[in-house]
């Protein structure tokens, strides 16, 4: 089976302009996860969601940073405008939130952003 | 707010020896987890503790959970080259939160 596939897997791009991260989950999971991995903070939880809606978003550092999930096989993470800060690699995993499962996350290869 | 400590976050040590990594949690945690992270790679799932006095074994590494202590310990026996990598522990606060919070990672260096 396929595993959390996410693109592009490098990016980069000059400050001030947007950046789209793409995700799509493992079928069947009904929950996604978008982290951010630097040096300095390690991984952070920046948004999730259930069955496509949004439940916590508290971890977005700002309003430059958005997300939708339209459809239960994909989601976006958008940045706009980006600045050098926002450069890291962006995880996206995925996981089955029913009962008697592990709770696990799978994870995609990741997105490495670099803004110039 | 969950927190999660690992120690140390670097060991550089040589193969045929053995080894524990820490991963202390702040609060009550349902679950354990441990991940493995290799340069520039993924992360993937190495065990998952369920409960108080869980043990899960994987060739070289053990991993075991103590709820009453918070702590989780990683054991790498008779360590090899291949084991090189970063290795995370993760809790899940519980209480209807449903992402994983990790520690910084520890950054383990085999060397021949």
């Known amino acids: 089976d396929a595993g959390v596939i996410q693109s592009p897997r490098h990016e980069v791009t000059e400050m001030g302009q947007e950046v789209t991260l793409r995700c799509k989950p493992i079928?069947?999971?009904?929950?996604l996860f978008w982290y951010r991995q630097t040096m300095m903070r390690g991984l952070e939880l920046l948004i999730y969601?259930?069955?496509?809606?949004?439940?916590?978003d508290s971890g977005m550092p700002e309003d430059r940073f958005s997300a939708k999930m339209p459809n239960a096989s994909f989601s976006t993470l958008k940045i706009q405008p980006s600045e050098p800060r926002d450069s890291a690699v962006y995880f996206c995993?995925?996981?089955?939130?029913?009962?008697?499962?592990?709770?696990?996350?799978?994870f995609g290869e990741g997105s490495r952003l670099t803004v110039l | 707010e969950l927190k999660v400590e690992q120690n140390p976050l670097f060991l550089s040590m040589q193969e045929g020896k053995n080894y524990t990594i820490y991963c202390n949690y702040s609060?009550?945690?349902?679950?354990l987890y441990w991940y493995r992270q290799d340069p520039g790679k993924s992360l993937e799932s190495l065990f998952v503790?369920?409960?108080?006095?869980a043990v899960k074994q994987e060739g070289r590494l053990m991993a075991s959970l103590d709820t009453k202590a918070r702590l989780s310990t990683l054991h790498i026996t008779a360590a090899v080259h291949d084991l090189s990598a970063t290795y995370f522990c993760?809790?899940?606060?519980?209480?209807?939160?449903?992402?994983?919070?990790f520690g910084k990672g520890t950054h383990l260096i085999i060397q021949p």
């Open positions: 993760a809790g899940n606060s519980g209480g209807g939160a449903d992402g994983l919070t």
């Open positions: 503790l369920l409960s108080n006095g």
């Open positions: 609060t009550t945690s349902d679950r």
């Open positions: 995993a995925s996981k089955w939130g029913g009962q008697g499962v592990t709770g696990e996350l799978f």
């Open positions: 079928s069947g999971h009904d929950y």
């Open positions: 969601f259930n069955n496509n809606v949004p439940i916590d």
